[in-house]
């Protein structure tokens, strides 16, 4: 079992609201996403870091920022939510090596913006 | 841009009966790996290919990877209630990230 955390598991919260989701884990990983996903639906990246001090944007555009200070934490920050972010966001990290990589994912971050 | 793409989309199946989902590529991919998303919970690594033509076995589920690198299938063979879930392929087109498909919801009929 992978020990990538997510928190807060669920956030109900008003318009114009700012939240930052929390992302960590414990394995040492240098790189991590952030994937937006609509329940059943695919997977869509949003953000990622190949370590400490990088940030790109993933392949779906976001209003979201994200920072990368340490190794284990990856934070994502809405600077004011409106309910078309209503989302599952999913964090997650691989060690990077090379090609092969396996992408260990959190729990989930279920958010719903009224 | 590299996409992947997965079909079908959906499919419902009878409890015992196979099931099959293909992903498949415009571009050569380097590897492909398998995700299993329960209902309600998040993808969980299933396997990897990165050989031509490889094939891979996990108790029912049978992994085959495409002689071009291009497409991937991935059979259950008799599913059960705990198969239940969507089923993603990922490509990696040799750039160090990762290109989920689209995915395959598998509902079983009991």
């Known amino acids: 079992e992978a020990d990538i955390y997510q928190t807060p598991r669920y956030l109900v919260i008003g318009t114009g609201k700012k939240i930052t989701l929390e992302c960590s884990q414990t394995m040492g990983h240098d790189k991590m996403y952030w994937y937006q996903q609509d329940p059943g639906m695919e997977l869509h990246l949003i953000h990622y870091s190949y370590g400490v001090n990088s940030t790109e944007k993933g392949d779906l555009s976001s209003e979201s920022t994200v920072s990368r200070i340490r190794t284990e934490h990856f934070p994502l920050t809405l600077e004011s939510a409106r309910p078309s972010h209503t989302s599952q966001y999913l964090c997650?990290?691989?060690?990077?090596?090379?090609?092969?990589?396996?992408?260990?994912f959190g729990p989930g971050t279920r958010l719903l913006v009224l | 841009g590299q996409q992947v793409m997965q079909i079908p989309q959906y499919q419902h199946v009878q409890e015992g009966e196979d099931f099959t989902t293909y992903c498949n590529s415009s571009?050569?991919?380097?590897?492909i790996q398998w995700y299993k998303q329960r209902p309600g919970g998040h993808p969980v690594f299933l396997i990897q290919?990165?050989?031509?033509?490889e094939v891979k076995k996990q108790k029912r589920l049978t992994f085959q990877f495409g002689e071009a690198k291009k497409n991937s299938s991935l059979h259950i063979t008799a599913t059960q209630t705990t198969d239940v879930g969507t089923y993603f392929c990922?490509?990696?087109?040799?750039?160090?990230?990762?290109?989920f498909g689209t995915g395959t919801r598998l509902t079983i009929i009991p």
């Open positions: 997650a990290s691989s060690s990077g090596l090379g090609t092969q990589e396996t992408q260990y």
């Open positions: 990922a490509g990696n087109f040799g750039n160090e990230k990762l290109t």
């Open positions: 290919l990165v050989k031509s033509g």
């Open positions: 571009t050569t991919l380097s590897n």
